[in-house]
């Protein structure tokens, strides 16, 4: 079993829909909680991060963590076209120098 | 400014040759890795260097050699690579390998290998 799963996708939304986009693990050490965005052929650009469990809210985007079951979300509202891309959730403890990711989901938001 | 910046974009090199990337950040981040990216995979870890030091090596061939001249670049040497190790190199850094590992990556060198 990967220490981290995420659906690879692809996810195709039409332009304005509520995307859900969610990853799970297994370690129990993980404390930090990123979201990643990648757009093709480019490095991944931090969406946002959230320590331990809880909700942010940046804009059109929320992530959600939820340490008892493992799960963490990402949320875009309103979606765009521009959103297009693939999203990469990573992970890591405290004092851990590694991230993991999981594989990365690719979403398309159609006009 | 949450910037790390990489150079060059793209890069093509043959077998025999020997070239460099470079990665230059100024957040006055203590921690810079190098990670390789293959076409429609995660970023896979190489080097972290914490404190101008080198921390980890995920077991790396010595055709890639890195180097960090001072806190706030990081280079890596490349010499008679493989096609195989045709790929996305990616630079990152973080305030502190310890409490808050939040990495920011640069844009990438693509790099083909003839």
């Known amino acids: 079993q990967k220490e981290v799963e995420q659906d690879p996708g692809p996810l195709s939304v039409p332009e304005g829909a509520i995307v859900s986009l969610n990853c799970t693990y297994s370690n129990s050490a993980f404390q930090y909680f990123m979201w990643y965005r990648q757009y093709s052929r480019k490095g991944p650009e931090l969406l946002m991060y959230?320590?331990?469990?809880g909700n942010k809210e940046d804009g059109r985007f929320t992530a959600q963590v939820d340490k008892s079951s493992k799960y963490i979300s990402l949320f875009i509202r309103d979606s765009q076209p521009s959103d297009s891309a693939t999203y990469l959730c990573?992970?890591?403890?405290?004092?851990?120098?590694?991230?993991?990711f999981g594989t990365g989901t690719r979403l398309l938001v159609s006009p | 400014d949450t910037e790390v910046t990489q150079t060059p974009k793209h890069l093509v090199m043959g077998m025999t040759n020997k070239k460099s990337l470079k990665c230059e950040q100024h957040?006055?981040?203590?921690?810079m890795y190098w990670y390789k990216q293959k076409a429609k995979k995660p970023p896979e870890l190489m080097f972290v260097y914490s404190y101008e030091k080198l921390s980890i090596n995920e077991s790396v061939p010595s055709r890639f050699s890195p180097e960090c001249p001072n806190s706030s670049l990081l280079n890596l040497h490349l010499h008679a690579l493989q096609p195989e190790d045709s790929a996305l190199y990616l630079c990152?850094?973080?305030?502190?390998?310890?409490?808050?590992?939040?990495?920011?990556f640069g844009a990438g060198t693509r790099l083909s290998v003839l």
């Open positions: 959230t320590y331990s469990s």
């Open positions: 990573a992970m890591s403890g405290t004092g851990f120098q590694k991230l993991v």
């Open positions: 990152a850094s973080s305030q502190d390998r310890g409490a808050k590992n939040i990495q920011y």
């Open positions: 957040m006055g981040h203590r921690a």
